[in-house]
């Protein structure tokens, strides 16, 4: 998700418009349970948007860990820890928006609530 980079606050589509022409391609493997924990290394998620260069963003597998800042975000009323995705995809997104954000996942085992907007 895409958070402000200055209150770990999440946006959305209503705030920046924008954001709806960001595109996510996903591999077949990624969208599949039973095959998540079978990603070859190196498989990514790609984003893509209107004049920008296409982010490749790695998905990592419980196997094979890798250092990420984790970030205290806002979804709705609830707070918790998010995986700051890093410096490249921040600045990707900040440049597309016109504004300074993170794009941060989830933690393993985080519930994050639905929309009752």
């Known amino acids: 998700m895409v958070v402000s980079a200055d209150t ?3 946006i959305t589509q209503r705030q920046i418009p924008k954001l709806c022409q960001v595109s996510v391609r996903l591999p077949q493997e990624a969208l ?3 095959d998540w924990g079978k990603l070859q290394p190196g498989t ?3 984003i893509s948007a ?3 260069t296409p982010l490749h963003i790695p998905l990592q597998t419980g196997s094979a860990p ?3 800042q984790i970030r205290s975000v806002c979804v709705w009323e609830w707070s918790g820890p998010a995986a700051d ?3 490249e995809a921040a600045a990707w997104f900040s ?3 016109d504004k300074e954000v993170r794009l941060v996942r989830s933690l393993h085992g985080t519930s994050i609530p639905n ?3």
């Open 66 to 68: 890798v250092q990420q």
């Open 44 to 46: 990514a998620m790609v």
């Open 50 to 52: 209107p004049s920008m």
């Open 85 to 87: 995705e890093g410096d």
């Open 32 to 34: 599949l349970g039973s």
């Open 8 to 10: 770990g606050r999440f």
């Open 95 to 97: 440049k597309f928006l």
């Open 115 to 117: 929309s009752k907007r």
